[in-house]
């Protein structure tokens, strides 16, 4: 199957949150993957509350699409005493980014918050939630080009019931058992909508690396996470059980092959060391900081085990938003030079930490 198509698959699955039976398809879908591509799979599963809602948000008795905000109230409501406020998402990545509206809905007595995102083209952006942080205003976000129409409306509604239930997720460790130091490939699984770009695109990049390493007989292990929209769950809970014995990791994070977003890398290596580095990751259009000491993403937990570490994230106009899809966010062409860049990357990231 080509890189584009494992995109399409991927995305096909459909809406990619943790422990949904979306998020079990993925996992099963990943591991076939990776078996197909030479290595032994093992799952590692977690537990955790889930939280899930039923909602209803209307302007002058019109439904208007949104999205409950996770972890961020439960229990019942249903009123007409909301805050709406204006936002930048700064691409929905950080938590962080709704306290002050939560803040001010608090300041004011509102029953209950509607956040609209600024974006580009209007679109709702979705943001990562932290599933132990929440402030237990009943929250929203809708897209930005319903700000005018709510802010306008004579009456505006919510009605949310919301619960936390136990559920599970699971976590994949793959390796093509060689003998020798290992290089790690780890890729998150899940996030907001389809989102194809987001994390499609490095899941098959991270697919075609650890297929043609392990023909280049390249001990490899491959990592494999969920719960990456609840503030890097899955990873959080593999690394707090697991010690990384690899000689390096190649963490591959969003957007990496959508050739609008503006994308990152960062190592730890030193600059002097890391020319080979340099030019692999400038041939897929991106470029490369060393001795990196503020990492996105996954990365920040990957840097925090002292393994040598390259990262890559990034973020486009369709970043958590509904229109993540594949023929919006990249191409065939784009995803096999973006694949070939890497590859000469990793095969350069492990020679330089296990030289001959």
Do not use: K
Request: aromatic content about 6%; proline content about 5%.
């Amino acid at each position: 199957m080509s890189l584009y198509g494992i995109v399409e698959e991927y995305a096909a699955l459909g809406i990619h949150r943790t422990g949904t039976s979306v998020d079990r398809a993925t996992v099963d879908w990943m591991a076939e993957q990776l078996a197909d591509a030479g290595l032994t799979v093992e799952r590692e599963p977690y537990d955790f509350e889930q939280w899930t809602a039923e909602s209803m948000l209307t302007a002058d008795g019109d439904a208007v699409d949104h999205l409950p905000v996770f972890h961020e109230f439960v229990g019942s409501i249903d009123t007409t005493d909301i805050h709406v406020e204006v936002i930048d998402p700064l691409f929905g990545g950080f938590p962080s980014v709704l306290g002050p509206a939560i803040a001010t809905a608090r300041d004011v007595g509102a029953g209950a918050l509607v956040v609209a995102t600024q974006h580009d083209e209007g679109a709702l952006v979705a943001i990562n939630r932290h599933p132990e942080h929440g402030s237990r205003v009943p929250t929203a976000l809708v897209a930005g080009s319903e700000a005018e129409r709510l802010t306008n409306a004579s009456s505006v509604r919510l009605v949310m019931d919301s619960t936390l239930t136990p559920s599970w997720s699971t976590n994949l460790f793959a390796t093509n058992d060689l003998d020798g130091p290992v290089l790690m490939l780890t890729t998150p699984l899940t996030g907001w909508f389809t989102c194809a770009g987001e994390r499609g695109t490095g899941i098959a990049v991270t697919i075609d690396l650890a297929r043609r390493l392990t023909q280049a007989g390249t001990p490899v292990q491959v990592l494999a996470t969920t719960g990456h929209e609840l503030e890097n769950l899955g990873a959080r809970r593999w690394l707090d059980r697991n010690v990384v014995d690899a000689v390096a990791t190649m963490h591959i994070g969003a957007s990496v092959g959508v050739p609008d977003a503006l994308r990152a890398a960062m190592t730890n290596v030193e600059a002097d060391d890391a020319s080979d580095l340099v030019d692999a990751v400038g041939r897929a259009g991106i470029a490369l900081r060393t001795d990196a000491d503020n990492w996105l993403g996954e990365g920040q937990l990957h840097a925090a085990t002292g393994v040598p570490l390259l990262s890559f994230s990034g973020a486009g106009i369709d970043f958590h938003t509904p229109n993540d899809v594949p023929d919006r966010v990249t191409s065939p062409e784009f995803m096999n030079d973006v694949a070939d860049a890497l590859f000469d990357a990793a095969v350069a990231l492990a020679s330089l930490s296990n030289p001959a």
